[in-house]
């Protein structure tokens, strides 16, 4: 077995002649939490539709669950599910309903008992039968994740899963992405809230003008913090001040 | 990409059976579709109706074709809709990174229009029965009609299906449907075309609608046929056609 659920090697990408993705280089472990950060428009939706098989590179190769997501791209959604930017739920289907839909296109056996244990799980079962359109922000991305879980795929992609979410909803759902990686589940989620990474991932990747420009766990991204400024500040550094250090550094280059 | 083939027709079902919940859930897409065409009918029937020279002595039963056409018209216009919805919302991207045939989810809307419009088809032509509709056509000449308006239904929601991907609004999605609602009323849907100025006879009697109106009509009431319904089959065959190049071109595009 190997290791890695997801592997990239330079991969590139342009939208006319906007070159977005410059050789994207890194490695996810299997089982555990993996975020990207980058401003709005570094290219984080980009690397996920690619490798989602939404979207075709130009250049490089990319690997999820050891298929190649150009030539293979049958296996490799087998082996993922996507929870897109905008809430990819029916807002007139019930929860129920929904659960039911990806369930039967996922062609398992047993949907309803599925659907039930999900709608249990995250604490949807109250609101079952009514109509998504009448579901909060967080209910609404709970039920989301919830169907992005129906046939346990290996490998989840979470992009910018709590854009536009109150932070009470997004706490709400910070604790159900800890438990996906608790249980065994490989997350791979995009932010641009510094916070979320910080609370969430075992390792952080930046993504800044097409390129990685630190990958580390968030103990090693705070010794890439230059180590003056720790003189006069007594707070540990936030992921927010690293992360515009780090950029700051490479535009003055 | 075997088993994706493999459970192409148990996908698109699902995928017929989410919208078909759309449709049953939506009192407005019900109204339009249904209760404004037999509204039309009503009026042209008990009001216009008499002050109408067709040369028949049943007013329902001229009118009752190009009713047919005027619901299926402003019936494709929810498909283009609910698919314009759909590629806002994301849940196309889920499906797409599903492993299920890319083409599943963009048929089942295609199936959705051809099974929403033969419901309200039928409703209509309950309630033209109602109304004093009364047809001599055997077995046969019902499939022909069925058959009709099964392919200017197709032909209709492929353009439909160009429009929804295409749009950058909701108006925009449903506005291509206008002039085509008004088709109808340039043709021999409503009075006999003989009645009309030159210039506009010319167009009315050369444009699809009035030959598919003729064509079932003339199958309705037991006449022979003639040309109209090979004029009436080409139009729907290469409109449809056409359309279906342009929409499978577009939805590779955007997806």
């Known amino acids: 077995m190997q290791n890695q659920a997801i592997q990239v090697n330079g991969l590139q990408k342009s939208y006319e002649k906007i070159h977005v993705l410059k050789g994207v280089d890194f490695e996810v472990k299997k089982g555990s939490i993996f975020a990207l950060l980058g401003s709005n428009g570094a290219g984080k939706t980009t690397i996920v539709k690619i490798l989602t098989t939404l979207l075709k590179q130009d250049g490089g190769t990319a690997a999820v669950n050891g298929f190649d997501v150009a030539s293979k791209p049958g296996d490799v959604r087998q082996s993922i599910s996507l929870t897109g930017q905008f809430a990819a739920v029916d807002e007139i289907l019930t929860g129920r309903e929904n659960l039911i839909m990806i369930a039967k296109l996922r062609h398992l056996k047993n949907p309803r008992p599925v659907a039930d244990d999900l709608l249990n799980r995250f604490g949807l079962t109250d609101a079952a039968d009514r109509r998504v359109s009448t579901y909060s922000g967080g209910m609404r991305r709970r039920l989301d994740i919830a169907m992005s879980l129906v046939g346990k795929p290996q490998v989840i992609f979470l992009d910018e899963l709590t854009t536009g979410l109150d932070p009470e909803a997004r706490v709400e759902v910070w604790k159900t992405v800890k438990e996906l990686a608790n249980n065994g589940t490989t997350v791979f989620l995009t932010t641009q809230y510094l916070e979320e990474a910080e609370q969430l991932a075992d390792r952080i990747a930046i993504l800044h003008e097409g390129k990685i420009i630190a990958n580390g766990t968030l103990a090693e991204l705070k010794k890439l913090f230059p180590p003056a400024k720790v003189e006069y500040i007594e707070k540990q550094p936030s992921l927010e001040e690293i992360f515009l250090a780090i950029i700051g550094k490479k535009e003055e280059k | ?255």
């Open chain 2, 1 to 255: 990409m075997e088993s994706t083939k493999r459970h192409f027709f148990s996908d698109m079902n699902v995928m017929l059976g989410r919208s078909m919940h759309h449709i049953f859930r939506s009192m407005d897409t019900i109204i339009t579709v249904t209760i404004t065409p037999i509204a039309m009918m009503l009026l042209f029937v008990y009001v216009l109706g008499g002050a109408i020279q067709t040369g028949t002595d049943n007013y329902v039963n001229y009118l009752l074709p190009g009713i047919l056409l005027m619901a299926i018209a402003s019936g494709i216009a929810y498909t283009s809709y609910r698919l314009f919805m759909d590629m806002q919302r994301g849940i196309f991207e889920r499906f797409h990174s599903m492993p299920i045939a890319r083409s599943a989810p963009l048929w089942g809307h295609v199936l959705t229009s051809l099974v929403s419009n033969a419901i309200s088809v039928l409703v209509i032509i309950l309630v033209a029965l109602i109304m004093g509709f009364r047809s001599s056509a055997g077995v046969l000449s019902w499939l022909a009609v069925a058959g009709i308006l099964a392919l200017f239904t197709l032909a209709l929601t492929w353009i439909a299906v160009i429009a929804g991907l295409s749009a950058t609004s909701v108006d925009g999605a449903g506005a291509f449907a206008y002039p085509i609602l008004f088709l109808p009323f340039i043709s021999s849907a409503f009075v006999p075309t003989e009645s009309m100025p030159s210039g506009v006879r010319a167009f009315a009697e050369n444009q699809p609608v009035t030959s598919i109106v003729d064509a079932i009509r003339a199958l309705l009431s037991g006449q022979p046929v003639g040309n109209d319904i090979w004029v009436a089959l080409a139009w729907c065959v290469g409109i449809m056609l056409v359309a279906y190049i342009f929409a499978m071109r577009v939805y590779k595009k955007r997806m």
